[in-house]
Each structure stands twice: as structure tokens, then as C-alpha cells.
């Protein structure tokens, strides 16, 4: 049985650090994402045709909400369980009463709640710039908590394997922000020669953004059905990695 008692404790500690640095942890995320509106949205938008029948200045929309939401995700759960294992905090946690499954609900569920308030900052801040309709909310809904939970379990991994603050930035800023800049965030694939075409169908972002925009616009550059496969696969991929994890104890406890 779950302690739920442990999981708000964790989960209300967290969501009490956020919110001490909301400058930081939302304010400045929104501002830079505001950023791309001004350069992509006005300056490069006015000279692109429309895509899919969708304005380039709202094309670019849920991509950006991706990379936000994406990289905050994995920022926010790697920092969090890291600075137990900086301070030796951690020893603690792992001796007390409580349950794998306590420690990821209560670390990710927050780091996922942080992703998902700022990528609905970045929602309604896009309005100010683009005109916008969602064309299936619910399944927008839907679709960002559960990449805003798969992320938070990916960064919870990261979190675990860095042996110092510097190894938390490697994967956000050299392999999941190129991933999401080349993996259609900016652009329809469709748009691209059939060599490249095919070349990024072998990056896993393409399938999250493309789902994402589908709930948006209702079109897509791979079926919906292959997309939420792939998000289902990452995300059951890191929960079983966790639960190695804590199982034989890697990068735990020494």
C-alpha cells in the first residue's frame, strides 16, 4: 500500500523550493519561450508560407512548448533527487519507512507539476502573439502530463547517474535540445528531402512533438497511434530503469 503520508511530504518540500525561486523556476523559462515567439513568430514567420493551413506563428507553438516543458521536466526531477545525494541526505531517505514508489511519486510528481504549470504559462502566454485553437484539448491535456511525467522520470534517472552538478546539463543541453530543434519543433518533416525525411522518423522526439501538434491542428507527420506507442515505450523504459535502480542500488549507495 502506497504511504500517501510520505508522498505529500516529499511532494509539498519541492513544490515549496519552486516556488521560493519562481523566478527561476517559472518566470525566466516563459521569458526566454517569449523570445522565440518575437524571432521565429514575427521576424522569420511573415516570410514562410502556412503549413498544414496553420500560420508558421502558430505552427510553431506546441514545439515550443515541448522543448520547455522537455528540458524543465528533466532539470527540475535530476536536481531534485541530486542535491539529496550532494548534501548525503539521500542515506536518510533510503533508511526511512519508505517505498520506492513514495520517493519517484513524490520527486517526479512535482518536477512534473513545475513542467506542466510552466508549459500552461507558455499556452496562454502564445495567445498574446498568435491566434490559436486547440482542436482536441483533451487530448492536448492528456498528452502534456504524461511527457511532463516521462520526462520527470528521465531527469530522475539523470539525477541519479550525475556525480556532479555539471553532469546534469550534458543530456538537456547536448542531446534533448538538438533532438527537439531537429526533430520538428520549427518545421513540418514533410517539408524536408525524403533522405531526411526518413532520417528523422530514427529521432523519438519527432513522435512526441508530432503528437502534441496533432491535439492542436489535428495533423501530424507520423500516425497518432505510432506516436502514443512511442511515449507509452519511453515512458515504461524509465520506470523499469528506476526500479533497477533502487533495486541494486547503483550510483545509491556509494
Same mark, same amino acid.
Given at each position: 500500500?502506497?504511504?500517501?503520508?510520505?508522498?505529500?511530504?516529499?511532494?509539498?518540500?519541492?513544490?515549496?523550493? !519552486?516556488?521560493? @525561486?519562481?523566478?527561476?523556476?517559472?518566470?525566466?523559462?516563459? /521569458?526566454? &519561450? +517569449?523570445?522565440? %515567439? $518575437?524571432?521565429?513568430?514575427?521576424?522569420?514567420?511573415?516570410?514562410?508560407?502556412?503549413?498544414?493551413?496553420?500560420?508558421?506563428?502558430?505552427?510553431?507553438?506546441?514545439?515550443?512548448?515541448?522543448?520547455?516543458?522537455?528540458?524543465?521536466?528533466?532539470?527540475?526531477?535530476?536536481?531534485?533527487?541530486?542535491?539529496?545525494?550532494?548534501?548525503?541526505?539521500?542515506?536518510?531517505?533510503?533508511?526511512?519507512?519508505?517505498?520506492?514508489?513514495?520517493?519517484?511519486?513524490?520527486?517526479?510528481? !512535482?518536477?512534473? @507539476?513545475?513542467?506542466?504549470?510552466?508549459?500552461?504559462?507558455? /499556452?496562454? &502566454? +502564445?495567445?498574446? %502573439? $498568435?491566434?490559436?485553437?486547440?482542436?482536441?484539448?483533451?487530448?492536448?491535456?492528456?498528452?502534456?502530463?504524461?511527457?511532463?511525467?516521462?520526462?520527470?522520470?528521465?531527469?530522475?534517472?539523470?539525477?541519479?547517474?550525475?556525480?556532479?552538478?555539471?553532469?546534469?546539463?550534458?543530456?538537456?543541453?547536448?542531446?534533448?535540445?538538438?533532438?527537439?530543434?531537429?526533430?520538428?519543433?520549427?518545421?513540418?518533416?514533410?517539408?524536408?528531402?525524403?533522405?531526411?525525411?526518413?532520417?528523422?522518423?530514427?529521432?523519438?522526439?519527432?513522435?512526441?512533438?508530432?503528437?502534441?501538434?496533432?491535439?492542436?491542428?489535428?495533423?501530424?507527420? $507520423?500516425?497518432?497511434?505510432?506516436s502514443v506507442a512511442a511515449i507509452a515505450a519511453f515512458t515504461a523504459l524509465c520506470i523499469a530503469a528506476i526500479w533497477w535502480?533502487?533495486?541494486?542500488?547503483?550510483?545509491?549507495?556509494?
Open positions: 500500500m502506497i504511504n500517501m503520508q510520505a508522498v505529500r511530504a516529499i511532494y509539498a518540500f519541492e513544490m515549496a523550493r !519552486a516556488f521560493r @525561486t519562481a523566478m527561476q523556476s517559472l518566470i525566466s523559462p516563459v /521569458l526566454s &519561450t +517569449s523570445l522565440y %515567439f $518575437v524571432v521565429f513568430g514575427a521576424a522569420i514567420g511573415g516570410s514562410i508560407e502556412r503549413i498544414d493551413g496553420v500560420s508558421y506563428g502558430s505552427f510553431i507553438v506546441p514545439g515550443l512548448i515541448m522543448l520547455t516543458v522537455m528540458t524543465q521536466s528533466i532539470s527540475n526531477a535530476s536536481f531534485a533527487i541530486h542535491f539529496p545525494k550532494f548534501l548525503g541526505s539521500i542515506y536518510e531517505l533510503l533508511s526511512a519507512p519508505v517505498g520506492v514508489t513514495e520517493v519517484v511519486l513524490g520527486y517526479v510528481g !512535482a518536477a512534473a @507539476t513545475k513542467s506542466l504549470i510552466i508549459g500552461l504559462i507558455i /499556452l496562454a &502566454t +502564445s495567445t498574446l %502573439f $498568435v491566434p490559436l485553437e486547440v482542436a482536441h484539448p483533451v487530448a492536448m491535456a492528456v498528452l502534456l502530463v504524461i511527457i511532463c511525467f516521462a520526462f520527470s522520470l528521465f531527469g530522475f534517472i539523470i539525477g541519479i547517474w550525475a556525480q556532479n552538478f555539471e553532469q546534469l546539463q550534458i543530456v538537456p543541453l547536448l542531446i534533448i535540445t538538438p533532438l527537439v530543434f531537429l526533430g520538428g519543433s520549427f518545421y513540418s518533416i514533410s517539408m524536408l528531402p525524403p533522405v531526411w525525411q526518413a532520417v528523422s522518423l530514427f529521432n523519438p522526439v519527432v513522435y512526441l512533438i508530432s503528437a502534441f501538434r496533432w491535439s492542436f491542428f489535428g495533423a501530424a507527420d $507520423v500516425p497518432i497511434g505510432l535502480i533502487f533495486k541494486t542500488g547503483w550510483r545509491l549507495k556509494t
